[in-house]
């Protein structure tokens, strides 16, 4: 569950609907001095993610090594994802998709 302040600081990014390449970089600073990406942490990108529609190369750079980071160091084996954390990445990242208007098909 996300603390008080990283919904905060997730609702402060989100509530333009993009995140500038200076919030990604501030987002980093606060995400990585130690190194470890948590869950929480990665929940934070994730629902920030789903509010934002900016595509800046910041933002995407960031959002992919916290994912990235969080997903491969967990579980019995580094490097590799298992189970519990596959099934966590299809219920965060299956929200996201079921949230994303359809396209039309031509």
């Not at 600073?29 to 993610?49: H, K, L, N, T, Y």
């Not at 596959?86 to 219920?91: D, K, T």
Request: hydrophobic share 45%.
């Amino acid at each position: 569950m996300r603390s008080f302040a990283q919904q905060t600081l997730a609702d402060q990014l989100a509530a333009d609907g993009v995140v500038t390449a200076d919030e990604a970089l501030e987002l980093r600073r606060i995400v990585f001095p130690d190194g470890v990406v948590s869950r929480d942490e990665a929940e934070m990108f994730i629902a920030v993610a789903a509010r934002v529609a900016n595509t800046d190369e910041e933002w995407t750079h960031a959002f992919v090594e916290a994912i990235c980071d969080y997903v491969l160091s967990k579980g019995k084996f580094p490097g590799h994802v298992d189970e519990e954390t596959a099934s966590w990445m299809m219920s965060n990242f299956g929200r996201m998709v079921r949230a994303r208007p359809k396209l039309k098909q031509f």
